[in-house]
């Protein structure tokens, strides 16, 4: 299903969760069902989301788009708000990653995540990322640079941003500020 489509689902149906249950989300459509979309917050976060990617190729993506879009869609899919809710607070009490996968399959047994792991470290990079930024916002800092990890295999979307610096104000995760895609393991210094 392409965007535009999704977002006029959402916009017309979501209050019954008929995009959720188009996501195979059957307990969340159901409970958007019968709560009318989180009592109509959760369908206007909804749209709102499912607005953005459309507003986006109407604009005219940028250069390499087809690339930049497949960011976003990971980014979209691995903040399941579901996951993340799940995931962060464990993330922000230190629990490894193991622990972490070991919690969630025992209570979600069904799910067929293969590439959970992976998912929970895009979860903590994000989160630690988007703390960093957050001070460095705070402390005054006017740019950061993203730096690579030695040993992170690069891919074509991080070797283009490989020690680039940015103004700490436009920081964007998947934009311009990692993680940049699922597996990711670049971060962000204060450019002094
Ligand atoms: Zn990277």
């Given at each position: 299903m392409n965007d535009k489509a999704y977002f006029i689902i959402t916009l017309l149906f979501g209050w019954c969760g008929a995009h959720k249950f188009i996501q195979k989300k059957y307990g969340m459509g159901l409970l958007y069902l019968v709560t009318f979309g989180l009592f109509g917050l959760g369908w206007a976060a909804d749209c709102f989301r499912a607005l953005l990617p459309v507003l986006r190729h109407k604009n005219g993506a940028p250069a390499a788009s087809a690339q930049h879009d497949n960011i976003v869609d990971q980014l979209c899919l691995s903040l399941d708000p579901e996951f993340v809710s799940f995931v962060l607070p464990m993330i922000k009490a230190g629990l490894s990653w193991n622990r972490i996968e070991q919690a969630y399959r025992s209570s979600?047994?069904?799910?067929?995540?293969?590439d959970l792991a992976l998912r929970i470290q895009y979860v903590e990079s994000y989160y630690s990322n988007s703390t960093e930024i957050a001070s460095l916002k705070e402390c005054g800092a006017s740019k950061y640079r993203i730096i690579s990890m030695p040993d992170h295999e690069l891919c074509d979307i991080c070797k283009r941003f490989k020690g680039r610096t940015f103004p700490v104000s436009s920081a964007r995760i998947g934009y311009n500020c990692p993680?940049?895609?699922?597996?990711c393991r670049c971060t962000t210094v204060i450019e002094e």
């Open positions: 979600f047994p069904d799910s067929e995540c293969e993680p940049f895609h699922l597996g």
